[in-house]
């Protein structure tokens, strides 16, 4: 095999006997998960937002931009329900460039996935025990999942993976919402035939085990827009395309239809600026029409400390270094207009 076998990595519990979350850090994670089921079952009209960083690029600034969403939240808690996103690997296109802290927990050193692993579990504990907020994060390699399995309360699949057979059986073993990305082909088909994978009961192998999954009914669409054979972006978060999805979910004969809409990637064309506009154009459609104000269930907003991005080694305290985010500022005064607009 034309690969180095350089470490046998520790087993997803024995990360969690080195680093295990207390009683009190269960419970953040338990009202979180309560609260989330009853907002996709419907028991809960409340908007959610997964917001945050493009990547968790490094524990201090993230910790500090959560802490001011947590003083948020507590102002809009009628409304709005925050899920912060701390997403710790990063899909890369072409497999070049910065993977996430569970690869690189220093972005300009070499890669090292134990110190990785063990980085990104103790964030994610930091942010439980500061913040008191469950956050949400990619599952890139579904296996790693169980790793942060205790601390999570919301996956998002991606575009590149939201094909993937693993990806699809995992997510059926979880009791936590997971969320499908339609691919970046746009075809809304796969999307559909992997929310409808999530939900049904599987047999399969999982970190060397046989297991049997029961099926998630809280597994559900992600809009992101999607790109032509010409590289050009299309959206697909405006009222037709929404109406669109409400159709299928009606043919597929799926629990809990549900989506969430990215305002950033190709819906916004990259264009991190436009995400505050694309939000307000959503929540106008759901006046317009009852079945797409209960399908739509929250929003997913790319958002640091500073506005824009930069390389990795750019040093700018809260850029961000891959896609460029929404700045403070400007997140702060959009929750809150999405508040007022509920």
């Known amino acids: 095999m034309n690969m180095e076998f350089k470490r046998k990595m520790p087993t997803p519990q024995a990360i969690k006997d080195m680093y295990p979350i207390t009683e009190e850090l269960s419970e953040y994670k338990r009202k979180t998960d309560l609260a989330l089921k009853k907002l996709f079952t419907g028991e809960d009209d409340r908007l959610l937002l997964v917001i945050g960083p493009c990547s968790a690029d490094r524990e201090d600034s993230v910790l500090d931009y959560i802490s001011r969403l947590r003083t948020v939240q507590d102002k809009v808690e009628d409304k709005i329900l925050i899920v912060p996103r701390v997403y710790t690997n990063k899909p890369r296109t072409t497999g070049d460039g910065y993977k996430g802290m569970l690869h690189q927990p220093d972005p300009n050193s ?3 996935m134990l110190r990785g692993l063990i980085a990104i579990r103790k964030m994610h504990m930091k942010v439980l025990a500061e913040t008191g907020f469950s956050c949400a994060d990619e599952m890139l390699y579904p296996e790693n999942h169980h790793y942060l399995s205790d601390v999570l309360s919301y996956v998002a699949i991606g575009a590149r993976s939201v094909e993937n057979q693993l990806h699809r059986l995992t997510a059926s073993g979880l009791d936590i919402p997971v969320g499908m990305k339609n691919p970046t082909g746009g ?72 989506v969430i809409i990215d ?67 400007k997140t702060e005064r959009l929750i809150y207009e999405l508040a007022d607009l509920r």
């Open 187 to 258: 075809d809304l088909s796969v999307m559909m035939n992997s929310i409808t994978a999530a939900q049904h009961p599987h047999t399969f192998v999982y970190s060397n085990w046989e297991v049997n999954s029961k099926g998630n009914p809280l597994a559900h669409a992600i809009l992101r827009g999607s790109a032509n054979k010409y590289g050009r972006t299309i959206p697909n978060y405006h009222y037709e395309d929404i109406k669109f999805l409400c159709e299928l979910y009606d043919k597929a004969g799926l629990k809990n239809p549900a």
């Open 263 to 329: 305002t950033n990637h190709s819906n916004s064309g990259k264009q991190w600026d436009e995400q505050p506009r694309i939000a307000k154009e959503i929540l106008h459609s759901t006046r317009h029409s009852n079945d797409i104000l209960r399908m739509v269930k929250g929003l997913m907003i790319e958002s640091y400390i500073e506005d824009g991005n930069q390389k990795p080694d750019g040093g700018v305290y809260g850029k961000s270094i891959t896609d460029a985010c929404l700045g403070w500022d």
């Open 110 to 112: 070499s890669p090292d």
